[in-house]
């Protein structure tokens, strides 16, 4: 016979019942990955693994190689400076002719740095030594190489203009240094100093004035600049 709370409890659902299989399944499916994860490394590496290990020996050798040239071309750097120094100290000694087979033989096999300062230092010598046709010959050489930087070539130009001032074409001359008068220009006052010298040589001394004039009032250009402008405005009249 049903009472009440028979009937009651009939019509409660059932308790739930524990599925055990859930976690012996999520096992087995984390089992399987991990060996599939493990077998598809294993063939990865078995295809691959050669290239990875000569990858990192290249690696390693590559930086040891450049560690290696570092070394070297420090030390090398060092060993030409000390006799750029070394050349330097002939010239100061008054020794120009070992002063300028030094600096020669520098500009011959040294990196490039040292050997743009030596063929300067040469051709400076080759001046100094009363070869001033040897040292604007060097300076033009200097100026044309492609492989020197463009302020040092610009420097050159300046250098052997100075030196050319009396056997140049004064037209030619004018030309060569016309394109450092520029504004940008760091060279343009030296540049138009070359340019009133050349039109004094060729008797146009308006240009010449004019020139001078610019160069003697301007503020910003080197105080030797504008005292030597001076004396040639005061030589034209």
């Known amino acids: 016979m049903l009472t009440r709370e028979t009937a009651r409890y009939r019509t409660d659902k059932p308790p739930p019942e524990l599925n055990v299989a859930d976690p012996i399944q999520d096992s087995l499916l984390r089992e399987i990955d991990e060996e599939l994860r493990q077998e598809k490394y294993a063939k990865l590496w078995k295809k691959y693994g050669n290239y990875v290990v000569v990858a990192a020996v290249i690696l390693v050798a590559g930086v040891a190689g450049y560690q290696g040239w570092r070394n070297w071309d420090l030390k090398t750097r060092m060993e030409q400076g000390d006799r750029f120094l070394a050349a330097l100290d002939l010239r100061a000694a008054g020794d120009l002719p070992a002063a300028r087979k030094a600096m020669a033989d520098l500009a011959g096999d040294a990196g490039k740095g040292y050997a743009t300062l030596a063929r300067f230092q040469e051709a400076s010598l080759m001046e100094k030594g009363g070869d001033a046709k040897g040292a604007a010959a060097a300076y033009r050489a200097l ?83 504008r005292g030597r402008a001076a004396e040639m405005l005061a030589i034209l009249g």
């Open 143 to 225: 100026s044309e190489d492609s492989s020197v930087g463009e302020s040092f070539r610009h420097l050159a130009t300046i250098l052997g203009a100075f030196l050319e001032l009396d056997q140049a074409d004064p037209g030619e001359l004018a030309g060569r240094v016309a394109p450092l008068t520029k504004a940008d220009s760091p060279w343009r006052f030296s540049a138009l100093e070359i340019t009133g010298l050349l039109a004094a040589r060729s008797s146009d001394k308006t240009k010449a004035r004019e020139i001078f004039t610019q160069l003697s009032g301007d503020t910003s250009a080197p105080q030797g600049v």
